[in-house]
């Protein structure tokens, strides 16, 4: 006797697959190279659901086949340990960081090793290690120590750009900041001599405006009563979602990536990569590429100029009102006396809000200043005023406002009853606009009678000689802040003297994270390595790198994870290159992706290594949603009522543990046990049951919908876990988990067993010659593996296996000849049972170096038919007939049948009409 004892069989592969290193990859191989690489997994506390390997899973199935098709596979993993998850861990629990850090990534290993995944252990690394982020300080100089060259359209190092500046001044490089200008002459440009004429802060300052990473001021959320700054996500409404206090905005030194030099090209990548393209189109709208023109408008009664940013110069004889962002710096002059209050307290309001709910927000607000812009072509008065949902970092932080073309405008006009002026060819009447480029436009001055399609031209051109505005291209794409006023996260390789920053020398790497007993922010608002006396007398920076930070370069480490030396040697990133195929979610879209682009395109330019783009092929795996379960509480009681007898009362729904529910039926017992409020709780039954409600969510502890992994292996085995996440549908799409319908896979692998070996009879698996009938299923089942796999459809996968053994069982085969090539097909899907069958057919290396199958379509080609047979047109029997039957035989066969003869009713045939592989009518 010889049963499927899963467990042992698991244990017994994954000890001996580590001890001999099975899953070790060579650097140098004669073999075709393929990297397969998940998206960078924060270790966190809960440890993983059953949602969370599904990409691993999926990752796993495709390296593994890749491996059996002739490849070197790279398939690694490590943690993207920093981060705020454990500093309020520390904060909440007084628990240090790297404590807790080291304690989750013991469980998260634990999890993963009992999933029997293929990761090259040895390349493992965390982001906290001082041996990792040394490199992620190294890189962070290399983009201080560069600049973005417009002419030569890459990065180059500044010590070329001082050089530039020696030799002839800046007149040919624009500084980036398009407002910025230098503090001693309060101009952009400024010659040779004038550059060797100022201090050495002066021309660091200058450089700073050029370098790829670099240092400013900006707003963070303050929240004095927690004494710390806080995410964006964090406040809602203008306080603190943790006590609901109020939160101020605080202007802080930050440092930045000079991202926005890179928008050109990180949109002209995306032509090159195969990502989906939905995250195709959220990369291109996020960078927001646009053209236009921006526009100077002088103010009634004032020196000042009101500089707009429009996609639509055409329009500017519809504007009917200007909206400036609250932080603009105009606004201060421009107000009037009399809304002078109204001003403050709206912009007070404002200012309690972050700049996701300001974009988000559909409620229409905004004050005005009481001032007024001139048309530079009509010369009518425009209305200023403020508003929230004009955002200082885009474009000039003012809009000019048209109404009869525009639906925020338009409402926004609605709601302060400001008169809205008709454009014939550009009107919005409330509900879309009927704008047309063929339209001719009216009550547009000297645009009248024109085509709108040439209007914007001929504006911009007007405008230019007119020396009030200039041809634009504008992004949407901001550079974000690289720092965090926090203390679990990469320090900054920077010491602060007078006002300038030096960039600490290579050698003095790592720069490391000091111990810290409090986590409180310095006495400014600054990270809490303001308050370490030795680290502030030495004058380094006192915040730290933000999440995405070892996450941008991850990738690259893998290749040379022991390289100390450098970040990674050039000959290893030229082996591997691009990572070929990249598994993760859709909530990194915009930060981690395009920041690791952009990284990799500056490690490019700087020729550390040789491809400009980090990931050949994304695949974006879909969520295990959870299946909600629900108790219903009679309102005001402890009673409960099942799910059919609800609507007889007023009750409460309450979310229970799925793990104490069989489907529906709730464990009564365990419920009362469950939580201490329901040890007394009475229950009305249905049919001796109680009945759950159940509702598709979010997999989350706070709705108790998760599954432990951990359960499930346990029960069922890795290999039927691995293979039910996949056939719960395709990996790219959202699915809800429902454990009962894992008995299926699991029947499916016990099937597979009893092929080889049966509970009573022991060995049934023969050395036996395989029929014609056989081959065409074994062949047939590799063709659509091959291509289920290869094109990431594993569910369907799933499913041709259970047809295939569902074949095999009717055919009664248990031929090695078929069995054991299935085998090496399965490998992928569930490698623990494979590889236990492949050497219980006696077998001595392993199933992980085997050859994949090499489809034979010979196999499949069909030797007969089964004609439909009619007789006078009618169809009475079907027959099967040699494919290459000649017609007098098939005469023969089909006037020999007994059903045939039988509606012949005994009457000569007048002639048979056959059409070869169609059809055969007998006329009589």
Known sequence: MMEYNFRDIEKKW?????????????????????????????????????????????????????????????????????????????????????????????????QLDNIGFCFDWDREFRTSDPAYYKWTQWIFLQLFHSWYNRKTKKAEHIDNLVKAFEKEGNAGYEIPHDKYQIAKTGKRVFSAAEWAAFTEKEQQDILMEYRLAYCGYGEVNWCEALGTVLANDEVVNGVSERGGHPVVKKKLRQWYLRITEYADRLLEGLERIEFSESMKEMQTNWIGKSYGAEVSFNLKGSKELLTVYTTRPDTIFGVDFMVIAPEHDLIESITTPEHKQAVEDYIAYVKSRSERERMAEKKISGVFTGAYALNPFDGREIPVWISEYVLAGYGTGAIMAVPCGDERDHKFAQ???????????????????????????????????????????????????????????????????????????????????????????ENELPLELPHVESYKPGPEGEGPLANIAEWTSRDLETNTMPGYAGSSWYFLRYMDPQNATEFCSRKASDYWGQVDLYIGGTEHAVGHLLYSRMWTKALFDLGYIGHDEPYKKLVNQGMIQGSSRFVYRVHGSNKFVSLGLKDQYSTDAIHVDVNIVDGLELDVSAFKKWRTEYENAEFMLEDGKYICGTEVEKMSKR????????????????????????????????????????????????????????????????EEKATPAELKVLHRTIKKIEEDTERFSFNTGVSAFMVCVNDLIDLKCNKKEILQPLLILLTPYAPHVSEELWHLLGNTGSILDAEFPKFNESYLVESSKEYPISVNGKLRTTIHIAMDAPQDDVERIVLSNEVIQKWMEGKPHKRIIYVKGKMVNVVV
Not at 715 to 722: I, L, N, Q, S
Not at 732 to 749: A, Y
């Open 14 to 110: 994954q000890a001996q697959w580590k001890a001999s290193g099975a899953y070790k990859v060579s650097n140098d191989s004669p073999k075709p190279k393929f990297y397969v690489l998940d998206m960078f997994p924060y270790p966190s506390g809960v440890g993983l659901h059953v949602g969370h390997p599904l990409g691993y899973i999926a990752s796993d199935i495709y390296s593994r086949f890749k491996r059996l098709k002739g490849f070197n596979i790279l398939h690694p993993m490590g943690y993207d340990a920093f981060g705020l998850p454990a500093e309020q861990y520390a904060i909440d629990h007084g628990v240090h960081p790297a404590v807790s850090t080291d304690q989750n990534i013991n469980n998260f290993r634990r």
């Open 415 to 505: 709601h302060f009853s400001i008169p809205i002026t008709n454009i014939i060819g550009s009107h919005y009447d409330g509900k879309e606009a009927n704008a047309t480029k063929d339209a001719k436009l009216e009550n547009s001055g000297f645009l009248n009678g024109m085509v709108m399609r040439n209007a914007m031209e001929v504006v911009i051109q007007k405008i230019e000689e007119m020396g009030i505005g200039v041809r634009k291209v504008n992004f949407k794409m901001r550079d974000a802040a690289f720092s965090r006023q926090r203390y679990w996260g990469e320090p900054f390789p920077i010491v602060w003297k007078n006002g300038i920053a030096y960039p600490m020398a």
């Open 703 to 766: 709705l108790y919908n998760t599954v432990n992994p951990d359960d499930v292996v346990n029960k069922y085995g890795a290999d039927t876990f691995r293979m039910y996440e996949m056939f719960l549908g395709p990996v790219e799409q959202s699915k809800p988990w429902e454990t009962k319908g894992i008995e299926g896979v699991h029947r499916f692998l016990k099937k597979l067993w009893r092929q080889f070996f049966d509970d009573m009879k022991g060995k049934v698996w023969n």
